[in-house]
T-cell receptor, first 113, second 111 residues
Framework: SQTIHQWPATLVQPVGSPLSLECTVEGTSNPNLYWYRQAAGRGLQLLFYSVGIGQISSEVPQNLSASRPQDRQFILSSKKLLLSDSGFYLC????????????FGEGSRLTVL | GEDVEQSLFLSVREGDSSVINCTYTDSSSTYLYWYKQEPGAGLQLLTYIFSNMDMKQDQRLTVLLNKKDKHLSLRIADTQTGDSAIYFCAETTGGYNKLIFGAGTRLAVHP
């Protein structure tokens, strides 16, 4: 069966520090991968998606970047965090073709102080 | 542009039915979804409906789709305390299984 792992689960970082959140998927090949952010009291905003190794599409201009060094690994990074980067980050995967269902990780809560 | 809107809060009594409403904008969405998020966790798919359907029933859940008005609703029958969570409506857009989510409706179930 397929599983998705996301870490760290909780992170507190000072403004200006770097960030690396990692997500790995098991039990499937060539998935589409996604990073979403959920700000406090708001919906989910799609940040990045990837349809293959090294292929990253950015949905919104921001202080973050994403990389996909391996088929089932998706990394969210920042060189210098801003206060506005605080939020709950969710990694997800899906298979194409299919019903478009996204399978989410448990999330990483980032607090920037 | 793409936008999914839903009310932010709903309070119901245990045993009553809950109805969560959503409006979307992308009429080309092939599927529309309802996801559930429990506190501090990721999202889990509750149910989805294909765009050529008007209704889908799955145990206590009933999804109604009005394509003309771009309106989607989720009805939970016999609501239980375990149903307390945030419910997100989502549409697909632009290919690659990109989902656009609403802000979520927080369902509170009280005795």
């Amino acid at each position: 069966s397929q599983t998705i792992h996301q870490w760290p689960a909780t992170l507190v970082q000072p403004v200006g520090s770097p960030l690396s959140l990692e997500c790995t998927v098991e039990g499937t090949s060539n998935p589409n991968l996604y990073w979403y952010r959920q700000a406090a009291g708001r919906g989910l905003q799609l940040l990045f998606y990837s349809v293959g190794i090294g292929q990253i599409s950015s949905e919104v201009p921001q202080n973050l970047s994403a990389s996909r060094p391996q088929d089932r690994q998706f990394i969210l990074s920042s060189k210098k965090l801003l206060l506005s980067d605080s939020g709950f980050y969710l990694c997800a995967w899906s298979v194409v073709p299919g019903t478009g269902e996204l399978f989410f990780g448990e999330g990483s809560r980032l607090t920037v102080l | 542009g793409e936008d999914v809107e839903q009310s932010l809060f709903l309070s119901v009594r245990e045993g009553d039915s809950s109805v969560i409403n959503c409006t979307y904008t992308d009429s080309s969405s092939t599927y529309l979804y309802w996801y559930k998020q429990e506190p501090g966790a990721g999202l889990q798919l509750l149910t989805y409906i294909f765009s050529n359907m008007d209704m889908k029933q799955d145990q206590r859940l009933t999804v109604l789709l009005n394509k003309k008005d771009k309106h989607l609703s989720l009805r939970i029958a016999d609501t239980q305390t375990g149903d307390s969570a945030i419910y997100f409506c989502a549409e697909t857009t632009g290919g690659y299984n990109k989902l656009i989510f609403g802000a979520g409706t927080r369902l509170a179930v009280h005795p």
